[in-house]
């Protein structure tokens, strides 16, 4: 497949391209072009939200009705692709959004650059929202102005405060105290409880906190010990400003099903690698997140807002490109996936976001997707 830069491909070519799996079809008044393959020589399941920007990571919301999508944005780099993530060179965020799944999406401005950030230094990686009393959150992470061994700073995570859902946010002065590595993730329970989920390893470096204090010449990847229990990702209650936590950050911890112990480091089909979201169906949490080096989007549930929570199996398997990132919605009586891949690019640091339907067994039990159709 040529590679396509974002912005040549216009949304009036796509949006006729029916999103198979969700059963939506966008207007046009251009003429169609054949549905493209990817290089596997297979179809996309879902084709992407926008091609004007590249966009990853998206942490979608509904406010007032409509719907808010927070994703990364991917930015050409002659950085190559490394270990540390140092080709993920994004500084700033847009907001997209829509009036409908499978209607026309909006490209907000601007909403809040690195440089308009004190404590901040450098890749401003996959954001969250969320929303209280007339105000909404953005919460991020980036490189703080530290040195560590390559040079770089230690991720630390922020919070941005807006009286409009697409920005401009104001950066605190600070980051969250308390706060490290990445990928945030806001879940508001019915009680009004509020919790971060948060944490990736690798270039999230999470595996330089793993005693509880940051070694700034850590690992680069894992701790390397594939018969102990992986690294989990944190979760921590919020307090009522929504800028800070009121205890220390405590282990997600995943178990084993088939043990009844926590998954093992060297268990990389089932282990906990990044993109915590947190979900309740019913009364059960559903915490997802991405295997990372295997490519899988995971699922495990629990009975509470902390778990532990018990692994239950993949959603969705590999996409094209390094691995995805995701967010789950329900809106209009149906639950969304929103994720990613390099459809447009074919490079990993340079994604666009798609949102296909997340469909449900009798038992709750999420049904596997596969990214492409034959």
Avoid: C
């Amino acid at each position: 497949m040529a590679k396509v830069r974002a912005g040549l491909i216009g949304v009036s070519t796509l949006a006729a391209v029916i999103a198979v799996g969700t059963g939506l079809m966008a207007q046009t008044t251009a003429p169609t072009r054949a549905v493209p393959k990817a290089p596997n020589g297979r179809h996309y399941l879902s084709q992407p939200l926008v091609t004007s920007i590249y966009t990853a990571d998206p942490s979608a919301h509904v406010f007032a009705g409509k719907i808010y999508v927070y994703p990364s944005h991917d930015v050409p780099t002659t950085i190559a692709d490394d270990d540390l993530g140092n080709e993920y060179a994004m500084h700033d965020y847009r907001v997209l959004s829509m009036d409908r799944i499978g209607g026309p999406v909006t490209v907000g401005p601007v909403a809040l650059d690195v440089k308009d950030v004190p404590w901040a230094s450098q890749q401003m990686w996959a954001p969250d929202a969320a929303y209280r009393n007339g105000t909404y959150y953005l919460y991020f992470p980036a490189r703080d102005k530290s040195k560590d061994k390559n040079g770089l700073g230690a991720f630390r995570i922020g919070v941005a405060t807006s009286k409009s859902p697409v920005g401009p946010f104001k950066a605190e002065p600070q980051p969250i105290a308390g706060s490290y590595s990445m990928d945030s993730a806001v879940f508001t329970d019915t009680d009004g409880k509020t919790y971060m989920y948060f944490g990736g390893i690798w270039g999230g470096q999470l595996q330089r906190w793993h005693d509880g204090r940051y070694d700034p010449n850590g690992s680069d990847t894992d701790l390397h010990q594939d018969d102990r229990p992986s690294l989990s990702g944190k979760v921590v209650r919020m307090g009522a400003d929504m800028k800070s936590f009121v205890e220390t950050p405590r282990d997600a911890v995943i178990l084993d099903p088939a043990t009844g112990k926590p998954v093992l480091g060297g268990d990389h089909d089932k282990r906990f690698f990044e993109a915590s979201w947190m979900f309740k169906r019913g009364g059960t949490y559903y915490y997802t997140y991405s295997t990372g080096d295997t490519h899988f989007l995971n699922y495990a549930t629990g009975t509470n807002p902390y778990g532990p929570f018990t692994y239950r199996g993949h959603f969705l398997l590999p996409v094209q490109g390094w691995t995805t990132h995701h967010s789950i919605i329900e809106w209009n009586g149906k639950w969304w996936l929103f994720y990613a891949d390099t459809q447009l690019s074919n490079r990993n640091h340079l994604r666009n976001v798609k949102v296909t339907e997340l469909q449900f067994a009798p038992d709750g039990s999420i049904r596997t997707i596969d990214p492409f159709v034959d």
